[in-house]
């Protein structure tokens, strides 16, 4: 007989509670979380052409990123670093003259304010080169004459420096209207270079228009001062305007700036090749060039120079300003006229000056 214990464990454990059946739970089944581990699934050692592809595919990844940098880095130079690192040297001071050119020179206008010319034709761009040359900004369109061009001229002629005078040419004015105007107010004697055409804008005008009143202007100056003017230009602007043949004959002055050599292959005189020169005597920057021969050649290119005469002229070798006397100094006194362009004395043999009225030459 079961005792009492027995009988109240068999109630509890049976199906049915108070005659009711008793509602039966499953039991979740219980999931283990596998642990993590480096363990290979399988024990077996890797082969040897297993261990070495993969050595291979890393090597070949980090090869190939290595050669994509090294190929953009390549580019950059190309493209953003190489063109400009004459620039950077002339920004620091650390200017670099391009190779194979002796004769060097610049340019000025008012932007370079007022020039110490003393020093300018005493000092040194770079690697020792002396500045023989300058072309100053004279006249701009039909009514605009450079604050600073007969002081720059004037000193400049003083201190025996081979000048020269450019006129800025505006395309929508006449050639002939600017022509007349710097006739007007621009004297050159002989010994100085022939005028210079500056030419970069095309303006509202058709390339045939422009290059129609550029070439009235060139003629012009032709006929007055009997030698071919000077074409001042931009590599681009010159490759795309004015390469028709017409322009074949004059002597072209090209900038382009920041390279080795001037990328042009054909007939060129003057290259222009940074705007970020320094030189002793000018505050900021100014604009370096090179002429294309030598000194004997750019003699034979100035206003009256005898082209048939195989003799060079004698080089003015210590550049200082015209030593005034006596009698000169009472002259000066009594004309604000400055030594190089005032009247010549009865006892010297007087510098054809290039002034007569425009109508003289234009009714010839």
Same mark, same amino acid.
């Given at each position: 007989?079961?005792?009492?214990?027995?009988?109240?464990?068999?109630?509890?454990?049976?199906?049915?509670?108070?005659?009711? *059946?008793?509602?039966?739970?499953?039991?979740?089944?219980?999931?283990? =979380?596998?642990? =993590?581990?480096?363990?290979?699934?399988?024990?077996?050692?890797?082969?040897?052409?297993?261990?070495?592809?993969?050595?291979?595919?890393?090597?070949?990844?980090? +090869?190939?990123?290595?050669?994509? +940098?090294?190929?953009?880095? @390549? %580019?950059?130079?190309?493209?953003?670093?190489?063109?400009?690192?004459?620039?950077?040297?002339?920004?620091?001071?650390?200017?670099?003259? &391009?190779?194979?050119?002796?004769?060097? $020179?610049?340019?000025?206008? !008012?932007?370079?304010?007022?020039?110490?010319?003393?020093?300018?034709?005493?000092?040194?761009?770079?690697?020792?080169?002396?500045?023989?040359?300058?072309?100053?900004?004279?006249?701009?369109?039909?009514? !605009?004459?450079?604050?600073?061009?007969?002081?720059?001229?004037?000193?400049?002629?003083?201190?025996? @420096?081979?000048?020269?005078?450019?006129?800025?040419?505006?395309?929508?004015?006449?050639?002939?209207?600017?022509?007349?105007?710097?006739?007007?107010?621009?004297? @050159?004697?002989?010994?100085?270079?022939?005028?210079?055409?500056?030419?970069?804008?095309?303006?509202?005008?058709?390339?045939?228009?422009?290059?129609?009143?550029? %070439?009235?202007?060139?003629?012009?100056?032709?006929?007055?001062?009997?030698?071919?003017?000077?074409?001042?230009?931009?590599?681009?602007?010159?490759?795309?305007? %004015?390469?028709?043949? *017409?322009?074949?004959?004059?002597?072209?002055?090209?900038?382009?700036?920041?390279?080795?050599?001037? $990328?042009?292959?054909?007939?060129?005189?003057?290259?222009?090749?940074?705007?970020?020169?320094?030189?002793?005597?000018?505050?900021?920057?100014?604009?370096?060039?090179?002429?294309?021969?030598?000194?004997?050649?750019?003699?034979? %290119?100035?206003?009256?120079?005898?082209?048939?005469?195989?003799?060079?002229?004698?080089?003015?070798?210590? /550049?200082? /300003?015209?030593?005034?006397?006596?009698?000169?100094?009472?002259?000066? =006194?009594?004309?604000?006229?400055?030594?190089?362009?005032?009247? &010549?004395?009865?006892?010297?043999?007087? =510098?054809?000056?290039?002034?007569?009225?425009?109508?003289?030459?234009?009714?010839?």
């Amino acid at each position: 007989m079961p005792n009492f214990a027995e009988q109240q464990s068999q109630y509890f454990n049976s199906r049915t509670v108070f005659g009711k *059946e008793k509602p039966q739970t499953k039991k979740k089944p219980v999931r283990r =979380k596998k642990k =993590k581990t480096r363990r290979r699934k399988s024990s077996a050692p890797l082969s040897w052409a297993e261990r070495s592809f993969g050595h291979k595919y890393k090597r070949a990844f980090w +090869i190939g990123g290595l050669a994509v +940098i090294l190929v953009y880095a @390549l %580019l950059f130079n190309h493209f953003f670093v190489a063109p400009y690192r004459y620039r950077w040297r002339a920004i620091f001071g650390e200017a670099k003259l &391009p190779d194979n050119y002796s004769i060097h $020179g610049i340019d000025v206008s !008012h932007h370079q304010g007022t020039i110490d010319w003393d020093k300018v034709a005493t000092a040194t761009i770079a690697d020792d080169a002396r500045v023989e040359f300058v072309f100053i900004k004279a006249t701009e369109g039909k009514s !605009h004459l450079d604050r600073n061009f007969q002081r720059n001229f004037r000193k400049a002629g003083q201190y025996g @420096l081979i000048r020269g005078a450019y006129h800025y040419f505006s395309p929508n004015v006449s050639g002939d209207q600017q022509a007349r105007y710097f006739m007007d107010n621009v004297q @050159l004697e002989e010994g100085d270079l022939p005028p210079v055409l500056d030419i970069e804008e095309i303006g509202d005008q058709t390339p045939e228009t422009l290059r129609k009143e550029a %070439l009235e202007w060139l003629n012009l100056m032709e006929r007055r001062f009997g030698t071919p003017p000077i074409i001042y230009t931009g590599l681009k602007f010159k490759k795309t305007y %004015l390469s028709t043949p *017409e322009f074949h004959r004059y002597p072209f002055w090209i900038a382009h700036y920041y390279v080795k050599q001037l $990328g042009f292959n054909g007939q060129w005189k003057f290259w222009q090749h940074t705007d970020v020169g320094t030189i002793d005597g000018i505050t900021g920057k100014v604009d370096l060039n090179v002429y294309n021969g030598s000194m004997y050649d750019l003699q034979k %290119l100035t206003i009256g120079n005898d082209r048939d005469n195989d003799e060079p002229q004698e080089k003015k070798t210590s /550049p200082q /300003p015209a030593q005034e006397t006596p009698q000169s100094a009472a002259n000066s =006194k009594s004309s604000n006229a400055p030594a190089s362009l005032a009247p &010549p004395s009865k006892s010297q043999p007087s =510098k054809e000056k290039y002034c007569c009225p425009v109508k003289v030459f234009l009714s010839t």
